[in-house]
């Protein structure tokens, strides 16, 4: 999938087209892939769904630019914190091309500001199936994951730390110092969930050796367990 420099940008660092009537506003536009409602079976949502569709095509060319298009307007109400209009536009870049992975990223990412970050994990999950494999990305999936393992019981909680570290390891496939110090310092937040504080203060040490900025809250939280 061809992407632009902006969109590389925002998932490096994390790393309004058309309008829609209200009525759809009303179905669930502010979830996830419209939370699972199989808008095929209603002639209204439907006939919306068509219409943007055609209109999309015809700004674009195809489904698949008018979806990228989408996304970028979606990182775009992202940035400034308009996270209602980042999602209505994230669902309709999915509705264009469900095989567009930086919908999915997206979802994850307002999913996070939610603090759901089971949720958040399920759509970085899916976005790294569709293609997403930005070493930026990676770190943000693990560390989600992660997040998510928290919350679940024992079994459940291993088996998503361990997949946590070992996508870590795949992010660490990149000679980026800078991007480096970045999943050095996500992952020193993963290790401290794991409840593994030695690890934790090696990855924080690895990450300022390559000029990583710590965050304050870590380093006192560590601080605090030593």
Same mark, same amino acid.
């Given at each position: 999938m061809k992407i632009s420099n902006f969109l590389r940008n925002i998932v490096f660092i994390t790393f309004t087209l058309l309008s829609i009537s209200p009525f759809a506003e009303q179905i669930k536009q502010e979830r996830p892939m419209y939370e699972g409602i199989d808008r095929s079976n209603n002639p209204e949502l439907q006939t919306i769904d068509n219409e943007l569709i055609a209109k999309a095509t015809r700004t674009f060319g195809t489904r698949e630019h008018a979806s990228e298009g989408y996304v970028e307007r979606a990182f775009d109400h992202y940035s400034k914190n308009e996270f209602k209009h980042s999602m209505e536009r994230f669902n309709q870049a999915w509705l264009l091309n469900p095989e567009n992975a930086y919908s999915y990223l997206g979802f994850g990412l307002l999913m996070n500001q939610e603090n759901k970050s089971c949720d958040a994990y399920k759509m970085f999950k899916l976005a790294n199936e569709k293609g997403l494999k930005e070493n930026g990305f990676l770190a943000d999936y693990a560390l989600t994951t992660s997040q998510c393992a928290v919350l679940k019981d024992k079994d459940e909680k %291993?088996?998503?730390?361990?997949?946590? /570290?070992?996508?870590?390891?795949? #992010? !660490? =496939?990149?000679? *980026? /110092? @800078? !991007?480096?110090?970045?999943?050095?310092? +996500?992952? #020193?937040? +993963?290790?401290?969930? =794991?409840? *593994?504080?030695? @690890? +934790?203060? %090696?990855m924080v040490e690895q990450s300022k050796r390559l000029g990583g900025k710590i965050d304050s809250s870590l380093l006192n939280d560590l601080n605090s367990r030593s």
């Amino acid at each position: 999938m061809k992407i632009s420099n902006f969109l590389r940008n925002i998932v490096f660092i994390t790393f309004t087209l058309l309008s829609i009537s209200p009525f759809a506003e009303q179905i669930k536009q502010e979830r996830p892939m419209y939370e699972g409602i199989d808008r095929s079976n209603n002639p209204e949502l439907q006939t919306i769904d068509n219409e943007l569709i055609a209109k999309a095509t015809r700004t674009f060319g195809t489904r698949e630019h008018a979806s990228e298009g989408y996304v970028e307007r979606a990182f775009d109400h992202y940035s400034k914190n308009e996270f209602k209009h980042s999602m209505e536009r994230f669902n309709q870049a999915w509705l264009l091309n469900p095989e567009n992975a930086y919908s999915y990223l997206g979802f994850g990412l307002l999913m996070n500001q939610e603090n759901k970050s089971c949720d958040a994990y399920k759509m970085f999950k899916l976005a790294n199936e569709k293609g997403l494999k930005e070493n930026g990305f990676l770190a943000d999936y693990a560390l989600t994951t992660s997040q998510c393992a928290v919350l679940k019981d024992k079994d459940e909680k %291993e088996k998503l730390f361990e997949m946590s /570290n070992d996508i870590y390891e795949t #992010a !660490l =496939q990149t000679s *980026n /110092n @800078r !991007l480096l110090a970045y999943i050095y310092h +996500s992952w #020193a937040k +993963s290790y401290f969930l =794991q409840k *593994n504080i030695t @690890r +934790s203060k %090696e990855m924080v040490e690895q990450s300022k050796r390559l000029g990583g900025k710590i965050d304050s809250s870590l380093l006192n939280d560590l601080n605090s367990r030593s």
